[in-house]
């Protein structure tokens, strides 16, 4: 195709490092399905790619670990669409949009003081567990005890 997919920022993959499989979609379609390769395979090899730098594909290794085989491959498919066509620019927008979301770093939890109403309640509930225990605790009285 020679299109290069664009990442984000000025990050670009070129086309020449990834490879398109095509096969037969599953499902229903009758005579189309039958006999048209329309379901279409990206293969990204992620340790082999001269785009990325190690930390971009430590990243991307970490956050999408369930995508990767064995190979190193980022492995896309979709077979939603009829033509193989619509199937490729599916794969290829799911494929930028994944990378995307695996080089983006997550933003650090900011801490947040607890609220005076929690802190309240949980010490309301305390003492009425604690009275609640105590009331279930037999004391022996005077007559008991002659």
Known sequence: MGRDIHIKGNLLIPEDEITYATSRSGGPGGQHADKADTKVTLRFPVTESTTLSTEQKRLILDNLSNRINKEGELLISSQRHRSQSANRDTVRNRFADLL??????????????????????RLRNKRKRSRRKEERTWAPSEEDLF
């Open 100 to 121: 995307e979301d695996a080089l983006t770093p997550d933003e650090p939890r900011r801490r947040t003081k607890v609220p005076r109403s929690s802190k309240t309640r």
